[in-house]
């Protein structure tokens, strides 16, 4: 069985495609790498996930995960088979109030889709939920 993401807000997706597209006439380098493919109807989102924050001070004081903010949500973007980058959307504590915070090209993306691929391998995922 594969690993059951967590599904974001509905506007979330709409809401990564705008900053996609906003970013396409910006320009730069790190939008370049992102919007300047041949096809860009072949951009998709993945491994979407929740962006939690647990700062040093709490973890310090010897607070746990279940202390940890939820801050953001995460997408990353492909094309084909590749991995191009990362974009966040900040939200409440909620989950909500969904706005574009960042584009990340670095390693960071490529690394993150292995993983998770690599989680949907292990016998515990399989035989789990």
Not at 41 to 57: D, I, M, N, W
Not at 59 to 85: E, H, P
Not at 93 to 114: C, H, K, M, Q
Request: hydrophobic fraction near 45%; charged fraction near 20%; include cysteine.
């Amino acid at each position: 069985m594969p690993l059951q993401l967590a599904v974001p807000p509905a506007n979330a997706y709409a809401l990564v495609a705008d900053a996609i597209s906003r970013l396409s006439f910006a320009g730069g380098t790190a939008a370049d790498k992102v919007t300047r493919v041949s096809d860009p109807s072949r951009l998709s989102t993945v491994a979407q996930h929740r962006v939690y924050v647990l700062g040093a001070a709490e973890i310090a004081a010897g607070r746990g995960l279940d202390r940890a903010r939820l801050v953001a949500w995460r997408f990353l973007i492909q094309y084909g088979s590749r991995i191009l980058g990362a974009v966040e959307l900040s939200c409440d504590a909620g989950g909500g109030n969904l706005r574009f915070a960042s584009l990340d090209v670095g390693p960071f993306g490529e690394g993150t889709y292995r993983v998770v691929a690599r989680a949907e391998r292990m016998d515990a995922v399989i035989r789990g939920n």
